[in-house]
């Protein structure tokens, strides 16, 4: 689980359009792996439309709350 965990942050990190706030990917961390990918794309999609390079922990959240969770 670590090994997933080690990945996750590694590529967030390695995104190079957006940068990840520690508090939103500590947010993102608690989504289920098997959407992550799905989630991820949309929070991109919303930073994009915010016209912000920063994935910050409200745009995780505006994205969660899309996703009924």
Same mark, same amino acid.
């Given at each position: 689980?670590?090994?997933?965990?080690?990945?996750?942050?590694?590529?967030?990190?390695?995104?190079?359009?957006?940068?990840?706030?520690?508090?939103?990917?500590?947010?993102?961390?608690? /989504?289920?792996?098997?959407?992550?990918?799905? +989630? *991820?794309?949309?929070?991109? &999609?919303?930073?994009?439309?915010?016209?912000?390079?920063? /994935?910050?922990?409200?745009?995780?959240?505006? +994205? *969660?709350?899309?996703?009924? &969770?």
């Amino acid at each position: 689980m670590q090994n997933l965990e080690q990945n996750l942050e590694q590529n967030l990190d390695s995104e190079d359009e957006f940068t990840w706030t520690s508090e939103a990917k500590a947010k993102f961390k608690n /989504i289920p792996y098997f959407v992550r990918s799905q +989630a *991820r794309q949309r929070i991109e &999609q919303l930073a994009q439309a915010d016209r912000s390079d920063r /994935i910050t922990v409200e745009i995780v959240e505006k +994205a *969660r709350l899309e996703f009924g &969770q």
